[in-house]
C-alpha cells in the first residue's frame, strides 16, 4: 500500500510517517518500478502502536528500543507509568497552590508569604527538584548523542579501516550501527540515528593519535521536549566547566604574575592575553578531540 493509504490506516499524517522512516523505526520496502514506497501490514502495525505510546507520551528513544526488541513493551510501559505519576503529583501540586491563591481576598503581603512558605516547604522542593534533575538528564543525553568522540586502536587511513574502527566501537559498547556510506567522511546510523564521522589527528607524548569525532546529522531531532527558557538553563549549566576553567586558570595567572599589578605594563597585559588565548585553545582543543569520549 502506499503512503496515502498507510496514512489513513494508521492515522498518522504523511510528515510523521516520513519521519518514523528516517528515524529507523519502520523500514518500507521499494516498488522496483517507480521506486515508491510500499508500507505492509507489519509497517501499519508498528505505526499504530507508536501512534498509541506517543498518545502516553513515551518518549522516541523509548519507542525504538521497543520495535528493535531491545526493551519489553510491559517493561517500557511500567517506566513511563512511574514518570506520568511523577508528573501527576507535580501537578497535583501546582493545583492544590492554584486553589490557594484563589482562595486570597487580595495581594497582602502576609497572604502571599502563607503561601510562598507553603510553596518553599521541603516536600515541594524535594519533587521541584527531582523534575530538574530527570530533565537535566534527558538534556545531558541529547547532548552525548549529537556529538562523541572515540580513540581507535589503530591509525585510520583508509575507507575500510574507518569502518572497521566504526564497527569495533559498536560491538564494544552494544549500539546498532549501520554503514550507510563508507568512505573517510562516513555517514552512519546508531539505532536509527543518522550520524557522520571524520577522523582527527592529536598528540599523546609526541606521538600522533588518531581520533575520530562522530556528529549527528539532525541534532534537533534528539533535542528533548522542554520549555525553551528551560533548555537555556540546563545548557548553561552543562557547559559551566568551561567558564569555570578560564577562570580558575587565569586567576591562576594573575597571581602567580604578582597580582593586579601584572596589568601595570604592556608586558603584563601581554603575558595575560597570551595564556588566555593558551587555555581558550586548550579547552577547544579537549571539546574536539576528548570531550564526551566514547559516548560518556
Known amino acids: 500500500m502506499n503512503i496515502k493509504q498507510a496514512e489513513a490506516l494508521s492515522g498518522i499524517t504523511r510528515r510523521n510517517i516520513r519521519f518514523y522512516e528516517q528515524e529507523g523505526m519502520i523500514s518500507p520496502s521499494r ?6 514506497r510500499e508500507y505492509s501490514d507489519e509497517d501499519i502495525q508498528k505505526l499504530k502502536l507508536i501512534r498509541a505510546l506517543r498518545m502516553v507520551d513515551m518518549p522516541l528513544d523509548d519507542i525504538r528500543n521497543i520495535l528493535a526488541g531491545q526493551t519489553e513493551l510491559s517493561k517500557a510501559a511500567a517506566e513511563q507509568e512511574a514518570r506520568l505519576k511523577l508528573k501527576t503529583q507535580e501537578l497535583e501540586t501546582a493545583i492544590y ?26 516536600e515541594n522542593k524535594k519533587k521541584l527538584f527531582k523534575q530538574w534533575v530527570h530533565d537535566y538528564r534527558l538534556f545531558a543525553k541529547a547532548q552525548h548523542e549529537k556529538v562523541f568522540t572515540f580513540l581507535p586502536d589503530g591509525a585510520v587511513t583508509t575507507p575500510e579501516e574507518f569502518t572497521a574502527a566504526l564497527c569495533q566501537y559498536a560491538d564494544v559498547h552494544g549500539l546498532n550501527l549501520v ?96 595564556i588566555f588565548c593558551l587555555t581558550c585553545t586548550g579547552i577547544l582543543r579537549y571539546i574536539i578531540f576528548h570531550y564526551n569520549e566514547n559516548g560518556k
Open 97 to 122: 497552590f492554584c486553589r490557594e491563591f484563589r482562595n486570597l481576598n487580595g495581594t497582602a503581603p502576609g497572604d502571599i508569604d502563607k503561601v510562598l512558605s507553603k510553596m518553599e516547604a521541603p
Open 179 to 274: 554503514i550507510t556510506k563508507e568512505s573517510m567522511y562516513p555517514e552512519f546510523t546508531i539505532d536509527g540515528i543518522e550520524y557522520t564521522a571524520e577522523r582527527f589527528y592529536t598528540r599523546a607524548c609526541y606521538v600522533p593519535v588518531a581520533s575520530i569525532r562522530c556528529t549527528a546529522k539532525h541534532p534537533e531531532t534528539l533535542e528533548p521536549d522542554l520549555p525553551k527558557s528551560k533548555k537555556i538553563i540546563l545548557k548553561m549549566w552543562h557547559y559551566s566547566w568551561i567558564p569555570a576553567l578560564l577562570i580558575f586558570f587565569n586567576i591562576g595567572a594573575v597571581i602567580r604574575g604578582g597580582g593586579l599589578a601584572l596589568f601595570s605594563t604592556p608586558e603584563g597585559w601581554v603575558v595575560f592575553i597570551s
Open 31 to 36: 516498488n522496483q518500478e517507480n521506486d515508491y
